[in-house]
């Protein structure tokens, strides 16, 4: 059986960040010692930085 499709509005959006070496290397270290992927912790820093600023 066939997954439901999702609306427009819930589709994630792709976007090319760059990241500089360092900072990329410390995030996969992060990444591979939590278990999780680049892209949930790129997420989830973005989701907090956004309340942080009130947004």
């Given at each position: 059986?066939?997954r ?6 819930q ?11 360092e ?28 309340k942080?600023?009130?947004?």
């Open positions: 059986m066939a439901p499709r999702k609306e427009e509005i589709k994630a959006v792709r976007q090319s960040v760059s990241f500089d070496p900072q990329f290397q410390r995030l996969q270290e992060y990444c591979t010692r939590e278990e999780r992927s680049v892209s949930w912790c790129v997420r989830k820093a973005m989701e907090q930085w956004l942080d600023k009130g947004v």
